[in-house]
């Protein structure tokens, strides 16, 4: 008997578009695997970087189905689900991230319960898992597989295209503003501000009291920090003096010596050097540089700088699917959504050709209902 089939936008190869055709359905396999139906996907940087073959070590086998910004419908689960899955039931809305699907509940990861990313017996970063839309196809399609331990429940009041981009960019930039540790009243800065994290980030740092400088150096990007009507003030990289900027901070915090003004953190969302070196040059001594994008030159950083101004630099990825939940609940009750460009699933490529002229927000596609 011919298998069901769905429809799905895939690539066939690197550097080439998506096409949208028939593959077959995936299918329930294990105890903890739920089927969604898609309601929205979310297109993510890393999406971009995966069409370009950019995402070593992991390699999709083509054709294959990206997106890891995963929110849909749950249509079936295994006929003996497990505790996980068991939470959930059919007809429920939930957003997936990309991972973990499958973690193994053994390795070290899974078994540090001291970690922001450990939840109840695994861990959203356990290097044995797979990762939706990127090791395995993902949400650019009808159905997907996921795990139960990748889900998170939709509110009632939250649209599926706001839900969608909360699993990879929301989580992303709450689990980073979360795992510095810095306390309401403490000072930020968003370097990438209007992007797709740094938008969500200006909405997040408002809901947890911080007071935030919003960093952009394009004005599609500024435009739209802008018009988020967030407390954070948005500033233009390319016509900001540091020292004049410093200056100011410090004044409106008491402060004379240039050691003590600037932000206690800086979260760097872009790729390039300037926009780095802006973030760098804002933090006050002793402060924190958390780097969550990934450029593929790297970094520079000033030794100089790291010891003598005491700066500690760290990474972050992600969050635990608890912070999940917990984006959730905030979004809904803060009245808190990403700024979306919504198209229709057939019209990925469109989005993708869109997205990359760089107007910033989140670009997300809409499945037929
Ligand atoms: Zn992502
Ligand atoms: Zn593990």
Do not use: W
């Amino acid at each position: 008997m011919a298998k069901p089939q769905m429809k799905a936008q895939v690539i066939e190869d690197f550097n080439s578009p998506y096409i949208l055709k028939d593959v077959p359905k995936p299918e329930i396999e294990d105890e903890n695997d739920v089927l969604l139906k898609l309601h929205a996907a979310g297109y993510c940087h890393t999406d971009g970087m995966m069409c370009l073959g950019q995402c070593k070590p992991d390699p999709p086998k083509f054709p294959h189905i990206n997106s890891h910004e995963i929110a849909g419908e749950i249509v079936a689960l295994h006929e003996k689900p497990s505790e996980y899955a068991r939470k959930y039931k059919i007809g429920e809305r939930v957003i997936s991230t990309g991972r973990p699907f499958h973690p193994c509940g053994k390795c070290f990861e899974c078994l540090d319960t001291t970690r922001p990313d450990y939840d109840d017996g695994y861990s959203i970063v356990c290097p044995h898992c797979s990762f939706n839309g990127m090791s395995k196809d993902g949400g650019f399609a009808e159905y997907v597989v996921v795990d139960a331990r990748q889900l998170a429940r939709i509110p009632d009041n939250v649209k599926a295209t706001d839900a969608a981009p909360l699993s990879c960019a929301g989580i992303t930039i709450y689990g980073a503003l979360k795992r510095t540790g810095l306390q309401p009243g403490q000072r930020v800065a968003i370097i990438g501000a209007g992007g797709g994290l740094g938008h969500l980030g200006l909405r997040f740092a408002d809901a947890m009291g911080f007071r935030t400088i919003g960093v952009d150096a394009a004005d599609g990007p500024l435009d739209l920090a802008r018009s988020l009507g967030t407390k954070a003030e948005v500033i233009d990289a390319r016509e900001t003096k540091m020292e004049e900027l410093k200056s100011r901070l410090g004044e409106e915090d008491g402060k004379s010596l240039r050691d003590e003004m600037g932000v206690d953190a800086a979260f760097i969302l872009i790729e390039n050097q300037r926009g780095f070196d802006f973030g760098f040059d804002l933090i006050k001594n002793h402060g924190t540089c958390v780097v969550v994008s990934y450029s593929e030159a790297g970094f520079r950083i000033s030794s100089r700088d790291l010891v003598y101004r005491d700066i500690r630099v760290v990474g972050t990825i992600l969050g635990s699917i608890k912070m999940l939940q917990e984006i959730m609940d905030l979004v809904a009750k803060n009245d808190i959504r990403p700024v979306t460009t919504v198209y229709p699933f057939e019209k990925l490529n469109e989005l993708v050709e869109e997205y990359h002229k760089g107007k910033g927000g989140k670009f997300v596609v809409e499945m037929a209902r």
